[in-house]
């Protein structure tokens, strides 16, 4: 029964280094997202994928890149990561309602 | 520009009393609003939805108010328990497009024992 698994769940990255955060559902869902959330501001939606092969920026999707491998996978790639980067990041995926990952807490230093 | 707004960051209740949530939002498109709770180091998890057709929704303890011409919601939580101390987002989407939820910035509520 996992749900939405994120992985990493931490990470420490220096300036300019690039990583990928990897997210996975088994629920068969059409559509997945990416969030960030930062103190004060919420949730905010980085990218998202409406259905395997298609991908659609979010609110706030400068510095980063995704892709839909597959219908169960979409991951979030951080080129040259930025101090402005460091947030806990979210993987969700829907039908109608979001079911979350635990997240991914990314420090850029 | 907030679309969905959580004007008050914080609340604190005491045990057995109600917790009452608010969430405004501006886009007149949205039609789908949900309430999710969030732990420290966890994901947020889905607690209840509202769609426009209806003006409110009971789940148990939790029941949300949606006003449509103030663009207003509320979340009800009565009675609190101490397990209910947690951050709180609403969020909306218009079910016309992809199911793209727009979130606001959360309450945190603490229930006090």
């Known amino acids: 029964n996992a749900g939405v698994t994120q992985t990493p769940k931490f990470q420490v990255l220096k300036t300019g280094q690039s990583m990928t955060l990897q997210c996975a559902q088994d629920?068969?869902?059409?559509?997945m997202y990416w969030y960030r959330q930062d103190p004060g501001m919420g949730l905010r939606l980085i990218y998202y994928?409406?259905?395997?092969?298609?991908?659609d920026k979010g609110e706030v999707p400068n510095g980063y890149n995704v892709s839909r491998l597959n219908k169960r996978e979409f991951s979030l790639r951080l080129e040259s990561a930025a101090p402005s980067q460091t947030s806990v990041y979210f993987c969700?995926?829907?039908?109608?309602?979001?079911?979350f990952g635990s997240g991914t807490r990314l420090t850029v230093v | 520009d907030q679309q969905v707004k959580q004007n008050s960051p914080s609340l604190s209740v005491q045990e057995g009393r109600i917790s009452i949530l608010n969430c405004d939002y501006t886009?007149?498109?949205?039609?789908?609003f949900l309430w999710y709770k969030k732990y420290p180091a966890e994901g947020p998890t889905f607690l209840i939805s509202?769609?426009?057709?209806?003006d409110k929704n009971e789940d148990g303890r939790f029941t949300v108010f949606l006003n449509k011409s103030a663009k207003h919601l509320s979340l009800h939580i009565v009675p609190s328990q101490p397990g209910d101390s947690a951050v709180y987002f609403c969020?909306?989407?218009?079910?016309?497009?992809?199911?793209?939820?727009?979130f606001g910035t959360g309450t945190r509520l603490k229930v006090l024992a």
């Open positions: 629920m068969n869902h059409n559509s």
């Open positions: 969700a995926s829907s039908e109608h309602g979001y079911t």
């Open positions: 509202i769609s426009s057709i209806k």
């Open positions: 994928s409406a259905s395997e092969g298609t991908t």
């Open positions: 886009n007149s498109m949205f039609d789908y």
């Open positions: 969020a909306a989407s218009s079910t016309s497009g992809t199911y793209k939820y727009i």
